[in-house]
T-cell receptor, first 112, second 111 residues
Framework: NAGVTQTPKFQVLKTGQSMTLQCAQD?????MSWYRQDPGMGLRLIHY???????DQGEVPNGYNVSRSTTEDFPLRLLSAAPSQTSVYFC???????????FGQGTRLTVV | KQEVTQIPAALSVPEGENLVLNCSFT??????LQWFRQDPGKGLTSLLL?????REQTSGRLNASLDKSSGRSTLYIAASQPGDSATYLC??????????FGTGTRLTVIP
Protein backbone atom coordinates (compact mmCIF):
# COMPACT_ATOMS: atom_id res chain seq x y z
CA ASN A 1 0.00 0.00 0.00
CA ALA A 2 1.50 3.32 -1.08
CA GLY A 3 -0.78 5.43 1.19
CA VAL A 4 -0.26 9.15 0.54
CA THR A 5 2.38 10.04 -2.06
CA GLN A 6 3.79 13.52 -2.53
CA THR A 7 6.00 14.79 -5.32
CA PRO A 8 8.50 16.34 -5.54
CA LYS A 9 10.37 15.76 -2.26
CA PHE A 10 12.50 18.89 -2.68
CA GLN A 11 12.07 22.03 -4.76
CA VAL A 12 13.82 25.38 -5.10
CA LEU A 13 11.89 28.23 -6.72
CA LYS A 14 12.71 31.79 -7.56
CA THR A 15 10.42 34.52 -6.30
CA GLY A 16 7.49 34.95 -8.67
CA GLN A 17 7.65 31.47 -10.17
CA SER A 18 4.67 29.16 -10.03
CA MET A 19 4.54 25.44 -9.40
CA THR A 20 2.26 22.59 -8.41
CA LEU A 21 2.84 20.21 -5.53
CA GLN A 22 1.32 16.83 -6.25
CA CYS A 23 -0.53 14.60 -3.78
CA ALA A 24 -2.12 11.25 -4.47
CA GLN A 25 -3.71 8.67 -2.17
CA ASP A 26 -4.77 5.12 -2.90
CA UNK A 27 -7.01 4.51 0.12
CA UNK A 28 -10.22 5.87 -1.44
CA UNK A 29 -10.40 8.56 1.24
CA UNK A 30 -12.88 11.38 0.77
CA UNK A 31 -11.09 13.94 2.94
CA MET A 32 -7.76 15.42 1.86
CA SER A 33 -5.80 18.38 3.23
CA TRP A 34 -2.66 20.41 2.77
CA TYR A 35 -0.62 21.64 5.75
CA ARG A 36 2.57 23.61 6.05
CA GLN A 37 5.13 23.10 8.81
CA ASP A 38 7.38 25.95 9.90
CA PRO A 39 10.04 25.94 12.64
CA GLY A 40 8.61 26.66 16.08
CA MET A 41 5.03 26.39 14.86
CA GLY A 42 2.65 23.50 14.65
CA LEU A 43 1.38 22.33 11.29
CA ARG A 44 -1.18 24.75 9.87
CA LEU A 45 -4.01 23.95 7.47
CA ILE A 46 -3.84 25.59 4.03
CA HIS A 47 -6.77 24.07 2.10
CA TYR A 48 -8.88 20.98 2.37
CA UNK A 49 -11.36 18.94 0.36
CA UNK A 50 -14.27 16.79 1.50
CA UNK A 51 -14.69 15.06 -1.85
CA UNK A 52 -14.20 15.42 -5.58
CA UNK A 53 -15.23 18.89 -6.71
CA UNK A 54 -15.44 20.30 -3.16
CA UNK A 55 -12.67 22.40 -1.61
CA ASP A 56 -12.44 25.01 1.12
CA GLN A 57 -9.91 27.29 2.75
CA GLY A 58 -8.04 26.54 5.92
CA GLU A 59 -6.12 28.77 8.29
CA VAL A 60 -3.43 30.07 5.89
CA PRO A 61 -4.82 29.92 2.30
CA ASN A 62 -3.35 33.09 0.79
CA GLY A 63 -1.08 32.48 -2.20
CA TYR A 64 -2.28 28.91 -2.75
CA ASN A 65 -4.92 27.32 -4.96
CA VAL A 66 -6.36 23.81 -4.96
CA SER A 67 -8.75 21.73 -7.00
CA ARG A 68 -10.06 18.17 -6.64
CA SER A 69 -11.13 16.56 -9.89
CA THR A 70 -10.72 12.96 -8.67
CA THR A 71 -10.89 11.19 -5.31
CA GLU A 72 -7.23 10.21 -5.58
CA ASP A 73 -5.51 13.51 -6.37
CA PHE A 74 -5.33 16.85 -4.59
CA PRO A 75 -2.69 19.18 -6.09
CA LEU A 76 -1.58 22.41 -4.42
CA ARG A 77 -0.66 25.33 -6.68
CA LEU A 78 1.60 28.21 -5.76
CA LEU A 79 0.61 31.05 -8.05
CA SER A 80 3.55 33.42 -7.53
CA ALA A 81 6.07 32.08 -5.05
CA ALA A 82 7.28 34.31 -2.23
CA PRO A 83 10.09 33.73 0.31
CA SER A 84 7.41 33.51 3.04
CA GLN A 85 6.23 30.30 1.38
CA THR A 86 9.51 28.57 2.18
CA SER A 87 8.30 25.65 4.28
CA VAL A 88 7.70 21.92 4.41
CA TYR A 89 4.35 20.98 2.92
CA PHE A 90 2.38 17.92 3.93
CA CYS A 91 -0.62 16.34 2.31
CA UNK A 92 -2.98 14.25 4.42
CA UNK A 93 -6.01 12.08 3.82
CA UNK A 94 -8.63 10.53 6.05
CA UNK A 95 -11.71 8.40 5.37
CA UNK A 96 -14.15 10.76 7.11
CA UNK A 97 -14.18 13.75 9.38
CA UNK A 98 -13.42 11.72 12.53
CA UNK A 99 -11.15 9.10 11.04
CA UNK A 100 -7.45 8.58 11.40
CA UNK A 101 -5.34 10.98 9.31
CA UNK A 102 -2.52 9.66 7.14
CA PHE A 103 0.28 11.94 5.95
CA GLY A 104 2.64 11.95 3.01
CA GLN A 105 6.43 12.26 3.32
CA GLY A 106 6.38 15.99 2.67
CA THR A 107 7.77 18.44 0.12
CA ARG A 108 10.54 20.75 1.27
CA LEU A 109 10.16 24.01 -0.67
CA THR A 110 12.66 26.85 -0.70
CA VAL A 111 11.83 30.15 -2.37
CA VAL A 112 14.82 32.38 -3.07
CA LYS B 1 -9.01 29.43 18.54
CA GLN B 2 -7.79 26.04 19.70
CA GLU B 3 -4.30 26.17 21.22
CA VAL B 4 -2.30 22.98 21.64
CA THR B 5 0.76 22.87 23.89
CA GLN B 6 3.30 20.11 24.32
CA ILE B 7 5.68 20.08 27.25
CA PRO B 8 8.56 19.46 27.43
CA ALA B 9 9.88 20.59 24.05
CA ALA B 10 12.76 18.11 24.34
CA LEU B 11 13.44 15.09 26.50
CA SER B 12 16.43 12.74 26.87
CA VAL B 13 16.12 9.44 28.70
CA PRO B 14 18.27 6.33 29.08
CA GLU B 15 17.22 3.21 27.25
CA GLY B 16 14.69 1.09 29.12
CA GLU B 17 13.06 3.95 30.98
CA ASN B 18 9.30 4.47 30.96
CA LEU B 19 8.27 8.00 29.98
CA VAL B 20 5.28 10.28 29.59
CA LEU B 21 4.74 12.98 26.99
CA ASN B 22 2.15 15.66 27.66
CA CYS B 23 -0.32 17.46 25.44
CA SER B 24 -2.78 20.13 26.57
CA PHE B 25 -5.49 21.94 24.62
CA THR B 26 -7.63 24.95 25.41
CA UNK B 27 -11.03 23.98 23.96
CA UNK B 28 -12.53 20.72 25.19
CA UNK B 29 -15.10 20.52 22.36
CA UNK B 30 -13.08 18.06 20.31
CA UNK B 31 -13.97 15.10 18.10
CA UNK B 32 -10.76 13.20 18.74
CA LEU B 33 -7.05 13.48 19.44
CA GLN B 34 -4.28 11.84 17.45
CA TRP B 35 -0.63 11.20 18.34
CA PHE B 36 1.99 11.15 15.59
CA ARG B 37 5.65 10.38 15.32
CA GLN B 38 7.93 12.39 13.00
CA ASP B 39 11.47 11.32 12.18
CA PRO B 40 13.92 14.01 10.95
CA GLY B 41 13.15 15.00 7.37
CA LYS B 42 10.25 12.58 7.18
CA GLY B 43 6.50 12.65 7.21
CA LEU B 44 4.12 12.02 10.11
CA THR B 45 3.33 8.48 11.17
CA SER B 46 0.08 7.95 13.03
CA LEU B 47 0.53 6.21 16.39
CA LEU B 48 -2.81 6.36 18.16
CA LEU B 49 -6.22 7.94 17.62
CA UNK B 50 -8.50 8.54 20.62
CA UNK B 51 -12.12 9.41 19.98
CA UNK B 52 -13.73 11.98 22.29
CA UNK B 53 -15.84 9.27 23.93
CA UNK B 54 -12.78 7.17 24.83
CA ARG B 55 -10.43 7.50 27.80
CA GLU B 56 -7.42 5.67 26.40
CA GLN B 57 -5.95 3.66 23.54
CA THR B 58 -3.09 1.17 23.53
CA SER B 59 -0.79 -0.10 20.82
CA GLY B 60 2.14 -2.25 21.84
CA ARG B 61 4.38 -0.26 24.21
CA LEU B 62 2.34 2.89 23.67
CA ASN B 63 -0.63 4.02 25.71
CA ALA B 64 -2.46 7.30 25.16
CA SER B 65 -5.00 8.77 27.53
CA LEU B 66 -7.50 11.56 27.07
CA ASP B 67 -9.16 13.78 29.67
CA LYS B 68 -11.41 16.17 27.76
CA SER B 69 -12.67 18.02 30.81
CA SER B 70 -9.17 19.09 31.82
CA GLY B 71 -7.94 19.50 28.24
CA ARG B 72 -5.11 16.99 28.55
CA SER B 73 -3.70 13.93 26.87
CA THR B 74 -0.64 11.87 27.72
CA LEU B 75 1.39 9.43 25.66
CA TYR B 76 3.06 6.77 27.78
CA ILE B 77 5.99 4.87 26.25
CA ALA B 78 7.07 1.77 28.12
CA ALA B 79 10.60 0.38 28.10
CA SER B 80 11.96 3.02 25.74
CA GLN B 81 14.38 2.03 22.96
CA PRO B 82 16.84 4.05 20.84
CA GLY B 83 14.51 3.49 17.88
CA ASP B 84 11.86 5.52 19.72
CA SER B 85 13.96 8.66 19.22
CA ALA B 86 11.85 11.07 17.17
CA THR B 87 9.57 14.08 17.54
CA TYR B 88 6.13 13.27 18.89
CA LEU B 89 3.21 15.46 17.86
CA CYS B 90 -0.32 15.58 19.17
CA UNK B 91 -3.19 16.94 17.09
CA UNK B 92 -6.70 17.87 18.18
CA UNK B 93 -9.65 17.52 15.82
CA UNK B 94 -12.48 20.03 16.22
CA UNK B 95 -14.15 19.19 12.94
CA UNK B 96 -14.18 21.19 9.71
CA UNK B 97 -11.36 18.88 8.63
CA UNK B 98 -8.79 20.89 10.59
CA UNK B 99 -6.31 19.26 12.93
CA UNK B 100 -4.70 21.64 15.42
CA PHE B 101 -1.13 20.59 16.12
CA GLY B 102 1.24 21.17 18.98
CA THR B 103 4.89 21.96 18.25
CA GLY B 104 6.01 18.55 19.45
CA THR B 105 8.32 16.92 21.96
CA ARG B 106 11.71 15.84 20.63
CA LEU B 107 12.62 12.56 22.34
CA THR B 108 16.13 11.14 22.48
CA VAL B 109 16.62 7.66 23.96
CA ILE B 110 20.26 7.12 24.93
CA PRO B 111 21.64 3.59 24.51
Amino acid sequence: NAGVTQTPKFQVLKTGQSMTLQCAQDMNHEYMSWYRQDPGMGLRLIHYSVGAGITDQGEVPNGYNVSRSTTEDFPLRLLSAAPSQTSVYFCASRPDTRGEAFFGQGTRLTVV
Amino acid sequence: KQEVTQIPAALSVPEGENLVLNCSFTDSAIYNLQWFRQDPGKGLTSLLLIQSSQREQTSGRLNASLDKSSGRSTLYIAASQPGDSATYLCAVDRGANNLFFGTGTRLTVIP
